[in-house]
């Protein structure tokens, strides 16, 4: 092995332990609040017959990027609180692959991580309830990063 290859998966290795740290401490710290988010608008409006919730927490990427009105996500992820509520608008990309966009404090955060869209996809589409907000609001270098907490009643 070369040195570079060593050097590069000893640092993929520490990469994946503190992100691997980073999920325990979001989810010791994750609490719900009762605000609920329309995704999809059936689901809100449907009786609730079960009490099983399932939960999933997410990352939100592409947020350093600019929304088409200019207003940039940064500015955007700056503002928001553990608790504040959160939108979830799925979309189909050029490519008919589904994504999930993440709206909260009045614009486009970012989108769930492509890799996890299409098996939320399928619990939201069997969802008579669904409640999505804000879990974690990192900041490291004047870079800030949002975690979504997404809970679902079927």
Do not use: C
């Not at 992820?77 to 959160?86: A, E, H, M, S, Y």
């Amino acid at each position: 092995m070369s040195d570079p290859f060593v050097l590069l998966a000893g640092s993929a290795l520490i990469l994946i332990g503190v992100f691997g740290l980073i999920e325990v401490a979001i989810r010791s710290r994750h609490r719900l609040v009762s605000r609920k988010a329309v995704l999809p608008e059936e689901a809100v409006t449907a009786p609730i017959t079960e009490i099983e919730e399932s939960h999933v927490e997410l990352s939100v990427v592409r947020d350093r990027e600019t929304n088409p009105d200019g207003q940039p996500r940064q500015e955007i992820i700056r503002t928001l609180k553990v608790g504040d509520p959160v939108v979830l608008v799925p979309e189909v990309a050029d490519a008919g692959e589904h994504e999930i966009r993440v709206v909260a404090g009045g614009g486009t955060i970012g989108y769930l991580p492509p890799n996890r869209v299409r098996a939320l996809v399928e619990m939201l589409a069997a969802a008579v309830s669904v409640r999505s907000e804000i879990s974690y609001v990192a900041e490291a270098d004047d870079v800030f990063s949002a975690w979504v907490t997404v809970a679902v009643r079927s």
